[in-house]
């Protein structure tokens, strides 16, 4: 069964606001993931958050977790067109690498 | 140097045919993986091989089988195939599960399976 939900499912916004985008799961995890899938490419790892961990920054990315609340959000600051894509999380709840798929927002950053 | 690499990028076929989708890391991972996403990009995984070992295989037709020849290759087979087949597959490989979870995967560029 599914364990992400994303939302929202699309994102519209100009060049230079910031973006959120946020994912709820169902199951205990190891960590969960950001990854970043350009059209017809594949996926590119972002980030990754530990599940003792709350708050995390990379770049322009900063990604929290809450495993109360089994939520995590990605929020991408002074958004650029190239930002244009698909945006996924991905939890891991076991012990050898089963990534678990929430079905992405589709961010579109106008220029 | 592509460190996820599947080939072919593209396979068009006739329903009832077999194929085969190839990939190939060069990270020096022990861990390779196939996921599917389907037309809604609903991504889901298929199998994983550590070192050259199956660890998961999830819900899939007995029609697909992978192969693993060594630890950097994975091979996805799939038999008998059917218009329900068609969609992107993606090979991915990671380090050692025995290194812990938390770790990123490599994924490669999908191989767009369309069954007509």
């Known amino acids: 069964s599914q364990q992400g939900e994303e939302d929202p499912q699309a994102l519209s916004i100009q060049e230079g606001e910031n973006a959120t985008m946020n994912c709820s799961y169902k199951?205990?995890?190891?960590?969960l993931q950001w990854y970043r899938q350009n059209s017809g490419r594949g996926l590119v790892h972002l980030i990754l958050i530990r599940s003792n961990e709350r708050e995390k920054h990379s770049g322009r990315l900063r990604v929290t977790l809450d495993t109360s609340k089994k939520s995590s959000s990605l929020l991408i600051t002074a958004s650029r067109a190239a930002d244009t894509a698909s945006y996924f999380c991905a939890t891991d709840g076991t012990s050898y690498g089963k990534l678990t798929f929430g079905q992405g927002t589709i961010l579109t950053v106008h220029p | 140097d592509t460190a996820v690499s599947q080939t072919p990028k593209y396979l068009v076929t006739q329903m009832g045919n077999d194929k085969s989708i190839k990939c190939e890391q060069n990270?020096?991972?022990?861990?390779m993986y196939w996921y599917k996403q389907d037309s809604k990009k609903f991504l889901k995984i298929m199998f994983s091989y550590n070192n050259k070992e199956l660890i998961i295989n999830e819900t899939v037709p007995n029609r697909f089988s992978p192969k693993s020849p060594d630890k950097a290759h994975l091979n996805l087979h799939i038999n008998s195939l059917e218009l329900g087949d068609s969609a992107v597959y993606f090979c991915?490989?990671?380090?050692?599960?025995?290194?812990?979870?938390?770790?990123?995967?490599?994924f490669g560029q999908g191989t767009r399976l369309t069954v007509v």
């Open positions: 991915a490989s990671s380090p050692s599960i025995q290194t812990g979870p938390n770790t990123e995967a490599f």
């Open positions: 990270l020096g991972h022990d861990t």
């Open positions: 199951t205990s995890i190891n960590n």
